[in-house]
Nanobody, 121 residues
Framework: QVQLVESGGGLVQPGESLRLSCAAS????????MGWYRQAPGKQRELAAR???????NYVDSVKGRFTISRDNAKNMVYLQMNSLKPEDTGVYYC???????????????WGQGTQVTVSS
């Protein structure tokens, strides 16, 4: 069994910051790419930021320069530092990880339960 648990969401005003955290736990051999997806009300889920196990990152254009994704491989954790938040960043943020549970087993996608981020004055 593998679990991803997010924390750090909340209500902030425009221009403020939040830091999201996600911890992967359970029967894990290796965690490969990790990422943060978000889903705004009435819209499809989109990739906000992604980081490989080697540390390479990519971001959706709308968050470049404001969000920073990072990870701690020893702890199987991924973080999303969100600065200069805008109302359009509002949504549920989901942690995602590609995990191998054994040396020769398949790589599977796992998801957290989501954490709400609301940016409003």
């Amino acid at each position: 069994q593998v679990q991803l648990v997010e924390s750090g969401g909340g209500l902030v005003q425009p221009g403020e910051s939040l830091r999201l955290s996600c911890a992967a736990s359970g029967s894990i051999f290796r965690v490969n790419a990790m990422g943060w997806y978000r889903q705004a009300p009435g819209k499809q889920r989109e990739l906000a930021a992604r980081i490989t196990d080697g540390g390479s990152t990519n971001y959706v254009d709308s968050v470049k320069g404001r969000f920073t994704i990072s990870r701690d491989n020893a702890k199987n954790m991924v973080y999303l530092q969100m600065n200069s938040l805008k109302p359009e960043d509002t949504g549920v943020y989901y942690c995602n990880a590609a995990i191998r549970r054994s040396r020769f087993g398949p790589e599977l996608d796992y998801w957290g339960q989501g954490t709400q981020v609301t940016v409003s004055s």
